[in-house]
């Protein structure tokens, strides 16, 4: 199974930027999804998971207003959506595949990984 993810970049503080992250096959159609990130020095952290069917999300309480994630289960594509971005949400984002349908912050549980797209908040 391969993650492709997309949409990380340059942006200025307070700016918005949407990542995608698509699965190989549909491996992922029963499986929740979620997103983490490592900060330059730092260890990775949880930012958002979202249930097999969409039906519930997870967020960290540093994105939580901010971050918004969805997905298309048709495209096999989860997105995340950032607005307000803050220097401090700079950091390779990476999405992945859970092993349960419902949403975990424990990255143990999450089995597939895709490659990491950076995104850069500018201050």
């Known amino acids: 199974v391969q993650l492709q993810a997309s949409g990380g970049g340059l942006v200025q503080t307070g700016g918005s930027l949407r990542l995608s992250c698509t699965t190989s096959?549909?491996?992922?159609?029963?499986?929740?999804m979620g997103w983490f990130r490592q900060a330059p020095g730092k260890e990775r952290e949880f930012v958002s998971g979202?249930?097999?069917?969409?039906?519930?999300?997870t967020y960290a309480d540093s994105v939580k207003g901010r971050f918004t994630i969805s997905r298309d289960r048709a495209k096999n594509t989860v997105y995340l959506q950032m607005s307000s971005l803050k220097p401090e949400d700079t950091a390779v984002y990476y999405c992945?595949?859970?092993?349960?349908?419902?949403?975990?912050?424990?990255?143990?549980?999450?089995?597939?990984w895709g490659q990491g797209t950076l995104v850069t908040v500018s201050s």
């Open positions: 096959r549909r491996t992922n159609s029963n499986n929740a």
């Open positions: 979202i249930a097999w069917n969409g039906a519930s999300t």
């Open positions: 992945a595949v859970s092993r349960t349908s419902s949403t975990t912050i424990v990255d143990s549980q999450y089995n597939y």
